[in-house]
């Protein structure tokens, strides 16, 4: 099965640099998108192809990968990122879909 | 702008069928894959299913084979999702997405679905 691991919370103070990371063996080959869900509210894409920014999204996020390892940076944590953060991608041939488990940010 | 609003959900007693749909707006609905996504209350993000802007292909997450069938309208935007014999593990929100380069960049703002008697 397809799976992708992520640790499941990570804490920071304001200011500081937060990384999330998703692993799985697939991610050597397959592109990770990223995804910010706030309590009560839907998730909202932030990072896509590895390291793609949408429109709208601030520049303090950021995305890397390094083998089957893909890391989701926020530079200086802002209160108002302190949200769930999904990893997500795909299988070779597009018909299998997969998120990680989730990271809870804590802003301390 | 691009919206989503899904509708259908509501309280179903377990064996019994439900019909989701997502009305789509601010784009050109036919030229895109769609997906739902759920989401069991306190947990994290399960994909479900997918289908082509054409609705020629369709995807299902392993576990709910045969129980799921999504299809589209594309003469009135909608998207749907069928769940046969439901069951109280299919209780959560299920969101539908829209697909771009294997990103779902646009999210609805999720409909409740809770199974009980």
């Known amino acids: 099965s397809y799976e992708l691991t992520q640790p499941i919370s990570v804490s920071v103070s304001p200011g500081q640099t937060a990384r999330i990371t998703c692993s799985g063996d697939a991610l050597s080959k397959q592109y990770v998108s990223w995804y910010q869900q706030r309590p009560g509210q839907a998730p909202v894409l932030v990072m896509s192809t590895d390291n793609e920014r949408p429109s709208g999204i601030p520049e303090r996020f950021s995305g890397s990968t390094s083998g089957t390892t893909v890391t989701l940076t926020i530079s200086g944590v802002q209160a108002e990122d302190e949200a769930d953060y999904y990893c997500?991608?795909?299988?070779?041939?597009?018909?299998?879909?997969?998120f990680g488990g989730g990271t809870r940010l804590t802003v301390l | 702008q691009v919206q989503l609003v899904e509708s259908g959900g509501g309280v179903v007693q377990p064996g019994r069928s439900l019909r989701l749909s997502c009305v789509a707006s601010?784009?050109?609905?036919?030229?895109?894959?769609m997906h739902w996504v759920r989401q069991a209350p306190g947990k994290g993000l399960e994909w479900v299913a997918a289908?082509?802007?054409?609705?020629?292909?369709?995807y299902y997450v392993d576990s709910e084979k045969g129980r799921f069938t999504i299809s589209r309208d594309n003469s009135k935007n909608t998207l749907f999702l069928e769940i046969n014999a439901l069951r109280a593990e299919d209780t959560a929100v299920y969101y539908c997405?829209?697909?771009?380069?294997?990103?779902?960049?646009?999210w609805g703002q999720g409909i409740l679905v809770t199974v009980s008697s």
């Open positions: 289908i082509w802007y054409d609705g020629s292909n369709k």
């Open positions: 997405a829209r697909d771009t380069e294997d990103s779902f960049d646009y």
């Open positions: 997500q991608s795909a299988d070779s041939s597009n018909t299998f879909w997969v």
């Open positions: 601010g784009f050109t609905f036919s030229s895109y894959g």
